[in-house]
């Protein structure tokens, strides 16, 4: 006889169940059925909607993946285990890469922690560092995949927010109110004590960048409370101005800092997961023991591939021709967004200084306009409370996508801005 009761699942999963990602949500309202279901030809749909780039990988990285599978010996040992933190070889590499695009110094082995994509990373980041009851200081707004990462780590971390986005101005506060930013940071630091304090530089979804005042005033509070101050670079290759000075701390200097790495935007190898932290040495042990119980060990072959391929590339200069060309495209997929946005929307938005995206004011409730929106025009972006409540009445428009067809960005903004101004 079959069972008839069915086992519970964990109390936490069935709460998260309930507090699903907004951003997965509204990905899954553009799947191909759904789209159809609407009444749209999928053929005619224009997404905004991505977190993704679309520019090639640097050629000379697939011939590093052919010189590994095309021989029968190293294609065998990419199928073994390396060590949990990553293979030493890789760690050296990716040392290197640090330094020689943005000059961090003194960056060793002993800081590096490989892993599988900065997601699995930050998870087990957080299970690292914060422990039930303590404050986690987040930016409003921010990606929106830390809020659940924190619950999955614990149902007791508690979420301060320091707003950096004015929606009545719709202007970035560090830049445009540095000392009003500077004293709310403070005021919350000081009232909530957080244990760890956590920004992207650039961040999702403003592509805004801390500027470097901000940033040590955050370092020197860490520092002197004896807290974390974590960066995630997943879009440090994409800048489009000269990048801050805290683009080359290091860990080496500052044993309070960590950075948060990643594969996937500068290279093209969002599924093809790799990403690293960079910490002092007693957070890198503390990550590699829990790695062990997480992934045992990072992806043999991708180790391998970005080893060889950074070797080479750092030495003939392939690799910063790479990231300097391909921050062109973003430059102008960029430029392209916002001419668009002027020219056919007419609504406020943020000037991104890297990364994919842009931010726009659509003067309501996002949550109601995008799916109308969908259906009006065929044109998908993201609605912006999943970022934080500042933006609830804005959209996030990712241009990384379209990185290679600059025309379908303007179409779509045409569109969208059509249908907006009816
Ligand atoms: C700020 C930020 N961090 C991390 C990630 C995830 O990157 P990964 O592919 O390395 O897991 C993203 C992806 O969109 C992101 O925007």
Request: aromatic fraction near 8%; charged fraction near 20%; hydrophobic fraction near 40%.
């Amino acid at each position: 006889m079959p069972s008839t009761t069915t086992a519970a699942l964990s109390g936490l999963v069935q709460a998260q169940l309930h507090s699903p990602s907004p951003i997965r949500q509204i990905m899954k309202m553009a799947e191909r059925a759904n789209i159809i279901a609407m009444g749209l030809d999928p053929a005619e749909v224009i997404s905004f909607g991505g977190g993704w780039v679309n520019h090639a990988a640097p050629e000379e990285f697939r011939q590093a993946y052919l010189d590994i599978v095309g021989d029968p010996a190293v294609f065998h040992q990419s199928g073994a285990y390396t060590a949990t933190l990553g293979d030493l070889g890789c760690r050296q590499q990716i040392a290197r890469f640090e330094a020689h695009l943005f000059g961090v110094p003194r960056l060793g082995p002993e800081h590096i922690a490989v892993g599988l994509g900065s997601t699995q990373l930050t998870q087990d980041l957080f299970t690292t560092l914060v422990d039930p009851g303590d404050t986690v200081l987040l930016l409003d707004p921010t990606y929106a995949n830390y809020e659940g990462q924190l619950a999955f780590v614990s149902s007791g971390v508690k979420i301060v927010r320091l707003p950096v986005l004015d929606p009545a101005t719709w202007t970035y506060r560090p830049v445009s109110d540095p000392e009003g930013t500077a004293r709310d940071f403070v005021r919350l630091f000081d009232e909530h004590r957080p244990k760890l304090v956590l920004f992207g530089a650039p961040d999702n979804p403003t592509s805004q960048i801390v500027p470097q005042a901000l940033a040590e005033l955050m370092l020197e509070r860490t520092a002197a409370s004896s807290a974390w101050l974590a960066i995630d670079f997943a879009y440090k290759c994409q800048y489009f101005e000269t990048p801050p000075a805290y683009y080359a701390w290091s860990p080496a200097d500052h044993p309070n800092l960590i950075g948060i790495h990643s594969n996937s935007k500068w290279a093209r190898g969002l599924g093809r997961r790799l990403g690293w932290i960079e910490a002092a040495p007693h957070v890198i042990e503390g990550l590699e023991r829990v790695q062990q119980c997480s992934i045992l060990c990072p992806d043999t072959l991708e180790q391998m591939a970005m080893a060889l391929y950074l070797a080479r590339a750092i030495d003939d200069g392939s690799l910063r021709r790479y990231v300097d060309d391909t921050n062109v495209r973003y430059r102008e997929a960029a430029r392209v967004t916002l001419e668009a946005i002027d020219t056919h929307v007419g609504r406020r938005r943020l000037t991104p200084a890297g990364g994919l995206y842009t931010v726009m004011d659509v003067g309501r409730n996002a949550d109601e306009f995008v799916p109308e929106a969908l259906r009006a025009t065929g044109v998908l972006v993201v609605p912006g409370r999943g970022f934080g409540p500042s933006i609830a009445n804005g959209v996030r428009i990712s241009f990384g996508p379209m990185v290679m067809t600059p025309d379908r960005i303007t179409e779509g903004l045409r569109r969208l801005g059509a249908w907006m101004r009816d």
